[in-house]
C-alpha cells in the first residue's frame, strides 16, 4: 500500500504510536482524576494543523498561544491560532470555554480522537492545566528548544481532571543564596508543568534581604549584599519582582513573598542600628546557623518598620497571601512572641492582605483566615505535630510541607554532596510515600489548605543544584497536592516518573537519576 507524502494510513498511526516506548497507559503527572483509553485510534500533529479557540477570552487565547509558541519551537510547523474552525481537514486542537461548573475553577476536560483534540474547562486556568496534560501525551521532544523530526503522535483518550486541593506550592529560598530572575523563571517554568499555583519565595533571611523597600533602602543596598559563603548576594528591584509575579500570573501561579520574623531577620539587623534592642548594627552573616537573630519586640520602631515592608510590599503583591516567617525564634521569649505575633496579623490584615506563617505562630491566637504551614517532623520532633495540630484548633487551614517528605533540601542519600540531612534522607520514594491529611493526628482533609515543597538553599548555589535536588522529587508532590488519594501508587508512579526523563532532557534540566526509578 502506498500513501500520499505527508498522510499517514491509521495503521501507520498505530504502529508509530506502538513503536513509543512501553509505558504507564497515560504517562501523566500528576495523575488525572479520571483516564478513559478509547480504542487504538490516535491523533496526528501534521504541519497543516490549526489550534482553534472557540467561546474563547483573552486569557484563553494567550494559553492558546502560549502552547502554540511551544509547539512551533519542536514541530517547526506554524499552527496557526484561529478562533473559529476552518473548511478542509485540518488536524484542530481546539480550547473552549464552558459554562459547565463541574470541572470546578481549576479542572479541564480533554477528548483527543483521530480528528480532534478538544480542550475545555470552566476558565481559563482550566485550560492551562489541561495543556500541561496534553504536553504529557505528546512525545518528549516537543519539549525540545530546536525543530525535531516527527510524527507527533497522541493516542485517543478521554480525560477529566480537577485538584484534590486548592493550594499547590512550591518554596524557594532566595535568601541564603540569591537566584535572579531569569532563574526564577526557568523554575516557575519547569514547575508550573506540574500545575503547582503557589510560588513562596522567601525573601529574607539571616544572610540577606532581597527585596527593594523604599521607605527603608539599605535592607536591600546593605542587607542584600550577600550570602551564605561571602558571595555577592543581590536583591529583586520592586520592577523585577513585579515582573516575577507578572511572569509567574501567566503560568497560573500566585506569589507569596515571605518577610521571617522575628528570628531570621540578622540582614535586617545589620542594615538599621535602630532595629536593634540595643541600638547597635549587626555585623552581615554569611554562615548556615539559625536561632540567633530577633527583631527587637518591645521597640516601637519594629512595627513602624513591619507596617512599612507590609504595606509596599502588599502594594507589589496582587495574591491575597503575605507569610511572615514565625519559625525558629529561640531568641525570642514566649510572651514576646506571642504577642509580636498577634501583632503582625493585624497588621497584615489592616494592608489587606492574609497572614500565612510557619507552624510556630500556633503559640499565639489566631485571626480567621491565616494559615499555618506544617514543617518539622514528625520523627524528628513531637512538637511540630503539636503545633499544627494546636493551629488546626485555633482555626487555621495548613500547608503541608513535612520536612522528611517535603524539603528539598534533605539529601537524597549520603552519598550526596548538596542538601542538609537533618530531617534525614529523602529519597523520591519517601517525598511521595505520604497524604497529607493522614500525617498528623486530628488533621484531617478539611483542615488541609494543600501542600508545598520546600527549598532551602544554604547549600543550593546556581540552577543546576536547584534542579538537581528538585527533580525528581517535586512533581511528586505536585502529584499529592493534585490527584485523589486513591488510583494511584509507588510500584505505578515510578514507572510514570521514568516517563518524564526524556522531558528533563529535552528541557536541559539537571535531575538526580536515584536508583529508586526505572529510567529507561
Ligand atoms: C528549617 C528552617 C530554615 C532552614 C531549613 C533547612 C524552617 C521552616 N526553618 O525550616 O531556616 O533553612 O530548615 O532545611
Not at 502552547?67 to 480550547?95: D, M
Not at 501525551?137 to 486548592?166: H, T
Not at 516601637?300 to 511572615?324: C, K, M, N, Q, S
Not at 499565639?364 to 506544617?374: E, I, K, W, Y
Amino acid at each position: 500500500m502506498t500513501s500520499a507524502p505527508g498522510s499517514i494510513t491509521l495503521i501507520g498511526l498505530v504502529a508509530l504510536a506502538m513503536a513509543e516506548p512501553a509505558a504507564a497507559a497515560v504517562d501523566v503527572i500528576p495523575k488525572p482524576a479520571s483516564v478513559e483509553q478509547r480504542g487504538h485510534g490516535a491523533f496526528a500533529l501534521t504541519a497543516n494543523a490549526r489550534i482553534v479557540v472557540t467561546h474563547g477570552s483573552r486569557p484563553a487565547a494567550s494559553v492558546a498561544a502560549g502552547f502554540a509558541r511551544l509547539l512551533r519551537r519542536s514541530t517547526g510547523y506554524r499552527l496557526p491560532v484561529v478562533s473559529r474552525p476552518s473548511r478542509g481537514r485540518h488536524p484542530t486542537v481546539s480550547l473552549s470555554l464552558t459554562r459547565s461548573d463541574r470541572l470546578g475553577p481549576e479542572g479541564y476536560r480533554l477528548r483527543v480522537s483521530r480528528h480532534a483534540v478538544r480542550l475545555e474547562a470552566a476558565t481559563a486556568e482550566g485550560l492551562f492545566h489541561g495543556v500541561q496534560t496534553l504536553r504529557q501525551l505528546l512525545p518528549a521532544k516537543v519539549e525540545s528548544a530546536s525543530e525535531q523530526p516527527g510524527p507527533w503522535i497522541v493516542r485517543a483518550v478521554r480525560i477529566e481532571d480537577a485538584p484534590r486541593f486548592r493550594w499547590r506550592g512550591a518554596h524557594l529560598d532566595v535568601a541564603r543564596h540569591f537566584f535572579s530572575v531569569d532563574e526564577v523563571k526557568r523554575y516557575i517554568n519547569l514547575i508550573s508543568q506540574y500545575k503547582l499555583n503557589v510560588l513562596h519565595l522567601h525573601l529574607s533571611d539571616d544572610q540577606g534581604w532581597r527585596i527593594a523597600i523604599d521607605s527603608w533602602p539599605r535592607l536591600a543596598t546593605h542587607g542584600g549584599s550577600t550570602e551564605v559563603g561571602g558571595g555577592p548576594g543581590g536583591y529583586y528591584t520592586k520592577h523585577d519582582y513585579r515582573e516575577l509575579v507578572r511572569y509567574a500570573a501567566a503560568h497560573y501561579m500566585t506569589v507569596v513573598p515571605e518577610i521571617d520574623t522575628p528570628g531570621h531577620t540578622n540582614a535586617a539587623l545589620a542594615s538599621y542600628a535602630e532595629l536593634n534592642c540595643d541600638g547597635k548594627a549587626r555585623p552581615p552573616y554569611t554562615g548556615i546557623g539559625v536561632g540567633f537573630s530577633s527583631l527587637c519586640v518591645n521597640k516601637e520602631i519594629t512595627y513602624r518598620f513591619l507596617d512599612d515592608v507590609i504595606r509596599e510590599l502588599a502594594a507589589l503583591t496582587p495574591g491575597p497571601y503575605l507569610h511572615l516567617g514565625g519559625d525558629e525564634a529561640q531568641s525570642t521569649d514566649e510572651a514576646d512572641y506571642v504577642r509580636f505575633i498577634e501583632r503582625v496579623q493585624q497588621i497584615v490584615r489592616a494592608r489587606g492582605k492574609r497572614m500565612i506563617g510557619w507552624e510556630e505562630i500556633a503559640r499565639a491566637p489566631l485571626l480567621p483566615g491565616t494559615l499555618a504551614q506544617h514543617w518539622s517532623t514528625a520523627t524528628g520532633s513531637e512538637q511540630g505535630t503539636e503545633l499544627a495540630r494546636r493551629a488546626v484548633e485555633r482555626g487555621a487551614k495548613l500547608v503541608m510541607s513535612p520536612a522528611n517528605h517535603a524539603y528539598l533540601d534533605m539529601k537524597y542519600d549520603p552519598s550526596i554532596p548538596l542538601g542538609l540531612s537533618w530531617a534525614g534522607f529523602v529519597e523520591v520514594r519517601d517525598s511521595y510515600e505520604w497524604d497529607p491529611a493522614a500525617l498528623v493526628a486530628g488533621v484531617g482533609e478539611s483542615d488541609v489548605a494543600g501542600v508545598e515543597s520546600a527549598l532551602w538553599s544554604e547549600t543550593l548555589e546556581d540552577v543546576q543544584d536547584i534542579e538537581f535536588m528538585s527533580f525528581p522529587r517535586l512533581p511528586g508532590i505536585a502529584e499529592i497536592g493534585w490527584s485523589p488519594r486513591t488510583g494511584r501508587g509507588w510500584a505505578e508512579y515510578r514507572l510514570r516518573l521514568a516517563a518524564q526523563a526524556p522531558r528533563w532532557e529535552a528541557q536541559g534540566v539537571s535531575f538526580y537519576h536515584s536508583p529508586q526509578v526505572p529510567w529507561r
